[in-house]
Structures are given as structure tokens and as C-alpha cells.
């Protein structure tokens, strides 16, 4: 029988969530046109008051708000409380520019726990597991986020944050973790790592993991259970918006379910703005409906996927989110075509390699180049050229068809390529250098 964390806000009816959305948003808005100068200008420059917002169906008319705006309200600018209200800080990993900074009342942090809460319950957990968070803890939302949600549900929880492979390993096994939070790069990392230590699915107690905070593929999710024996479910968030748990994914596995009491979701066209149709793949846009400290609307988050009103089997009716296939801004333009690093995993894992690999990208006389490494499995591994020419034609022919340009690809020897304890970098673009 599926489990809520809070019933009947998870099952309510179309009607009742966006009678309740409304009325947020009301609320809300009252709040950044007195709390908050710049929403108050950002608002004036486009012609809109409180008043003219009296629903949901009047949100097109607020102002988008970007990184830029967040960039241009560093570090205090977008504060919605007085710091002294204020409890926490948290900051995005960005590595160019300022960092973002995200402010936390405690009211903001307790609902932030309630969102992975749910999460965690959506995955199976109650007071009876143990719950291992491998995510980084500090200015990072992944460790204190699911570990909000963690105690929110009662769960022993093992805070060990990323790092130390072989720790990790032992104290799932020790302590009996039968829940293990990580970034999926991370959990595969765990999951090659018990298999030089010659452990199967039956040596570690864990039934459920809970990754996110990047892309992962279908069949890297697939590789994780088998060799973990768990069942992987993915989580979505964003510093900007508390952190990991906007949207979470249930038994179905087929998407994200959106936090609606708490986040109203859009579809944009990112280039023009235009609000799309449900259904249409574009730019994800959030407002946050009961934030206190900093209190986003219309937030283009560059995450580009699509959303689904259909029943689903879980008996939740919060709206579902595909998995990003990246955000747009990780989007490489090569020879003047779009290419996700998704879409290059996909062809990897497709063919049986590891989801370890490195893309780079680079120009020689004018014209893009692209060079894919790829790590192959102890199995794979040979001295025999021919061998490798003929798996490396294959996956060049692989990545044709998927992509429609021609890569380079290189087969490097297993373990050559550097693993992550958190995000993986995967893209190396020296066009930019
Ligand atoms: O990554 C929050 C998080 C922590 C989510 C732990 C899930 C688990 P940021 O560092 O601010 O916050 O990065 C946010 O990461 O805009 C997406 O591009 C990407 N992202 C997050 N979750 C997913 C996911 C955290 N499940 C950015 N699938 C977002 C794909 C994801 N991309």
C-alpha cells in the first residue's frame, strides 16, 4: 500500500491545489511588493501591482526573475526577513562568478524538510530505516537537505556526508542502512567500489536510494540497482528554492512530482518568454508560494524539461516533471548543433560501458572538435587493437546516429578517469580558454 509523509495535501484534488496555490500567491506577492525594494522595482518596471494579482491565473503577468537578478542583489538584496530572522545560509557550487546566496527563517527550513520528507516516505522510508546521506553537508543543500527530511521521518540517521569510499561501504554494511542519499555519479562510484571488494546485493542491507542534484540516465539508474539491489529514485531541486526536494519521484518512476503547495511550476519558451501548453518540453520556471527569507517568483530555473497532468498510479496529483535532460546552459553547440551530454550518455551506457567518461570539446581551424573518453569495464579491457578500433567505431556510429555529428572517441583503460564524490564534471570545453 503506498505511503504518504502528508496525505491529503499529496492526493488532493486539482481544485483544491490551486485554490490553495492562489491564495499563496496573493500572499506572497504582498510580501516582496513590501519586504523586498528590488521585487518592488523589478514589479513598477513592469507596470504591475499587488492588486492586479489576484490568482494564479494572473501570474504571467509578474516579472521573470534570472541569475542575473540574483548576481545583481548580491549577497543581501533579495532578502525577504530581517537577517536577524534569518537561521541559515546555504550556496550554490557554482564555479564562475558570485556565488548564490540563499537565505533560511526557520519556518523556511522546516518546510524545506517537510518537501524531502515526502520524498524519502515516496521511496518507502519510515521510523524502522536507517538512513545513510552521502550528500556534501556544508554551504552545499544536498546533506542538510535530505537530512531535514531524514529525522522529519524518524529515520536513524548516518550523516557522513561524501567522501571516503570505503567508510561508506562499511558503515552501510555495519549499521545497517537500509537508505542510501547520494549524487547518482557518487552512488555508481559505490556501487564499482563493492564490486573490487567482491560484494553483491545480498552483502549490503539497502533497499532504496535517493539521488539526484544532476542528470542521470535511465540505464545508469538501471546499473545502480542491479548492483546495489535497491531501487533508485531520483530528486530534483535547487539552492534558489531551498534545495533537493521541489520535486521527487514516486513508485512509478516515471517523473518527478512537484511540491505544488509550496512551488507553482511553468513551461517557457527560452527564448521568448511565452508560457507553453502543458505537455511541451521548454524552461522550467518556478515561484516559490510560502518562502519567508527569500522569497523567488517566476525563477527561470535553465532546466529545460516537460510536465504531466496525468493520473498517476501512486495516487499523488501533485503535476510531474520529466528528468532535465540538463540545463540549457549546459547545452554544447558543436558545428551548430545542439548537444546534451545526456543524450552522449545515453549511447555509452546503451552499448555496456560505465557512465564514467569525459567530453571535450575543442576548435581546430575554425571548426568545432569533439572527443569523447571513454573508460572501459575490467571485461572489456584488452591489448588486442583491433579490438578496441572495432568497439570504438561502433560507439563513433553510435553517436552519429544519436547526435547527428561525427566524435572522436577514445577507449582509456578502467579506472583512468577520475571518479566524484559529488557532481561529476563530465564537459571540458577549451573553446572557451
Ligand atoms: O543540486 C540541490 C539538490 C541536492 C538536488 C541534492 C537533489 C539532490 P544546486 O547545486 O543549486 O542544487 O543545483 C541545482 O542541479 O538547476 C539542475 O540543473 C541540477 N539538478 C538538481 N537535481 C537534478 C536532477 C542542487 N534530479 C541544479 N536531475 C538544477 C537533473 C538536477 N538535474
Given at each position: 500500500?503506498?505511503?504518504?509523509?502528508?496525505?491529503?495535501?499529496?492526493?488532493?484534488?486539482?481544485?483544491?491545489?490551486?485554490?490553495?496555490?492562489?491564495?499563496?500567491?496573493?500572499?506572497?506577492?504582498?510580501?516582496?511588493?513590501?519586504?523586498?525594494?528590488?521585487?518592488?522595482?523589478?514589479?513598477?518596471?513592469?507596470?504591475?501591482?499587488?492588486?492586479?494579482?489576484?490568482?494564479?491565473?494572473?501570474?504571467?503577468?509578474?516579472?521573470?526573475?534570472?541569475?542575473?537578478?540574483?548576481?545583481?542583489?548580491?549577497?543581501?538584496?533579495?532578502?525577504?526577513?530581517?537577517?536577524?530572522?534569518?537561521?541559515?545560509?546555504?550556496?550554490?557550487?557554482?564555479?564562475?562568478?558570485?556565488?548564490?546566496?540563499?537565505?533560511?527563517t526557520q519556518h523556511d527550513?522546516?518546510?524545506?524538510?517537510?518537501?524531502?520528507?515526502?520524498?524519502?516516505?515516496?521511496?518507502?522510508?519510515?521510523?524502522?530505516?536507517?538512513?545513510?546521506?552521502?550528500?556534501?553537508?556544508?554551504?552545499?543543500?544536498?546533506?542538510?537537505?535530505?537530512?531535514?527530511?531524514?529525522?522529519?521521518?524518524?529515520?536513524?540517521?548516518?550523516?557522513?556526508?561524501?567522501?571516503?569510499?570505503?567508510?561508506?561501504?562499511?558503515?552501510?554494511?555495519?549499521?545497517?542502512?537500509?537508505?542510501?542519499?547520494?549524487?547518482?555519479?557518487?552512488?555508481?562510484?559505490?556501487?564499482?567500489?563493492?564490486?573490487?571488494?567482491?560484494?553483491?546485493?545480498?552483502?549490503?542491507?539497502?533497499?532504496?536510494?535517493?539521488?539526484?542534484?544532476?542528470?542521470?540516465?535511465?540505464?545508469?539508474?538501471?546499473?545502480?540497482?542491479?548492483?546495489?539491489?535497491?531501487?533508485?529514485?531520483?530528486?530534483?531541486?535547487?539552492?534558489?528554492?531551498?534545495?533537493?526536494?521541489?520535486?521527487?519521484?514516486?513508485?512509478?518512476?516515471?517523473?518527478?512530482?512537484?511540491?505544488?503547495?509550496?512551488?507553482?511550476?511553468?513551461?517557457?519558451?527560452?527564448?521568448?518568454?511565452?508560457?507553453?501548453?502543458?505537455?511541451?518540453?521548454?524552461?522550467?520556471?518556478?515561484?516559490?508560494?510560502?518562502?519567508?527569507a527569500f522569497p523567488l517568483?517566476?525563477?527561470?530555473?535553465?532546466?529545460?524539461?516537460?510536465?504531466?497532468?496525468?493520473?498517476?498510479?501512486?495516487?499523488?496529483?501533485?503535476?510531474?516533471?520529466?528528468?532535465?535532460?540538463?540545463?540549457?546552459?549546459?547545452?554544447?553547440?558543436?558545428?551548430?548543433?545542439?548537444?546534451?551530454?545526456?543524450?552522449?550518455?545515453?549511447?555509452?551506457?546503451?552499448?555496456?560501458?560505465?557512465?564514467?567518461?569525459?567530453?571535450?570539446?575543442?576548435?581546430?581551424?575554425?571548426?568545432?572538435?569533439?572527443?569523447?573518453?571513454?573508460?572501459?569495464?575490467?571485461?572489456?579491457?584488452?591489448?588486442?587493437?583491433?579490438?578496441?578500433?572495432?568497439?570504438?567505431?561502433?560507439?563513433?556510429?553510435?553517436?552519429?546516429?544519436?547526435?547527428?555529428?561525427?566524435?572522436?572517441?577514445?577507449?582509456?583503460?578502467?579506472?583512468?578517469?577520475?571518479?566524484?564524490?559529488?557532481?561529476?564534471?563530465?564537459?571540458?570545453?577549451?573553446?572557451?580558454?
Amino acid at each position: 500500500m503506498e505511503r504518504y509523509f502528508q496525505k491529503e495535501i499529496e492526493t488532493a484534488s486539482r481544485d483544491e491545489i490551486e485554490s490553495l496555490q492562489s491564495r499563496l500567491l496573493v500572499k506572497q506577492v504582498q510580501h516582496v511588493w513590501n519586504d523586498v525594494p528590488y521585487y518592488r522595482r523589478k514589479m513598477e518596471d513592469k507596470g504591475v501591482t499587488p492588486d492586479d494579482i489576484k490568482g494564479i491565473e494572473d501570474l504571467h503577468k509578474l516579472p521573470f526573475v534570472s541569475k542575473a537578478d540574483l548576481r545583481e542583489s548580491y549577497p543581501y538584496g533579495l532578502l525577504g526577513k530581517p537577517l536577524k530572522d534569518c537561521v541559515r545560509i546555504h550556496s550554490t557550487s557554482g564555479t564562475t562568478g558570485k556565488r548564490v546566496m540563499a537565505f533560511y527563517t526557520q519556518h523556511d527550513l522546516d518546510l524545506w524538510s517537510d518537501c524531502t520528507a515526502r520524498a524519502i516516505v515516496a521511496a518507502g522510508g519510515t521510523d524502522e530505516d536507517v538512513c545513510q546521506v552521502s550528500y556534501g553537508y556544508g554551504l552545499f543543500t544536498g546533506g542538510a537537505g535530505l537530512d531535514g527530511g531524514s529525522h522529519k521521518v524518524g529515520c536513524l540517521t548516518i550523516p557522513t556526508s561524501s567522501g571516503n569510499t570505503q567508510r561508506q561501504i562499511m558503515f552501510i554494511k555495519d549499521l545497517n542502512a537500509t537508505i542510501l542519499c547520494c549524487t547518482p555519479s557518487y552512488a555508481a562510484y559505490l556501487a564499482e567500489s563493492m564490486k573490487e571488494m567482491d560484494m553483491g546485493p545480498d552483502d549490503i542491507p539497502l533497499k532504496a536510494g535517493i539521488f539526484g542534484a544532476e542528470a542521470w540516465s535511465e540505464s545508469m539508474r538501471r546499473d545502480i540497482e542491479k548492483t546495489m539491489g535497491i531501487k533508485a529514485y531520483d530528486i530534483y531541486g535547487l539552492t534558489e528554492l531551498s534545495g533537493p526536494g521541489v520535486s521527487f519521484e514516486c513508485s512509478a518512476q516515471t517523473g518527478m512530482h512537484i511540491n505544488e503547495d509550496h512551488f507553482i511550476a511553468e513551461i517557457i519558451d527560452p527564448d521568448t518568454g511565452e508560457v507553453l501548453p502543458a505537455g511541451s518540453e521548454g524552461e522550467l520556471v518556478f515561484t516559490s508560494l510560502d518562502k519567508e527569507a527569500f522569497p523567488l517568483l517566476r525563477y527561470r530555473t535553465r532546466d529545460i524539461c516537460t510536465l504531466s497532468y496525468e493520473k498517476c498510479s501512486c495516487g499523488r496529483t501533485f503535476v510531474k516533471m520529466s528528468k532535465p535532460r540538463g540545463r540549457s546552459d549546459d547545452m554544447l553547440i558543436i558545428r551548430g548543433v545542439n548537444v546534451f551530454p545526456s543524450q552522449i550518455e545515453t549511447v555509452l551506457l546503451n552499448k555496456g560501458y560505465p557512465a564514467n567518461y569525459q567530453i571535450i570539446v575543442g576548435r581546430e581551424n575554425s571548426t568545432d572538435t569533439l572527443d569523447v573518453h571513454v573508460e572501459m569495464t575490467p571485461e572489456m579491457f584488452t591489448d588486442n587493437l583491433g579490438e578496441i578500433e572495432e568497439r570504438q567505431k561502433a560507439l563513433v556510429d553510435g553517436l552519429k546516429s544519436m547526435l547527428g555529428i561525427k566524435a572522436k572517441v577514445t577507449l582509456v583503460a578502467p579506472k583512468s578517469i577520475v571518479r566524484s564524490e559529488g557532481k561529476a564534471v563530465r564537459v571540458i570545453d577549451n573553446r572557451k580558454i
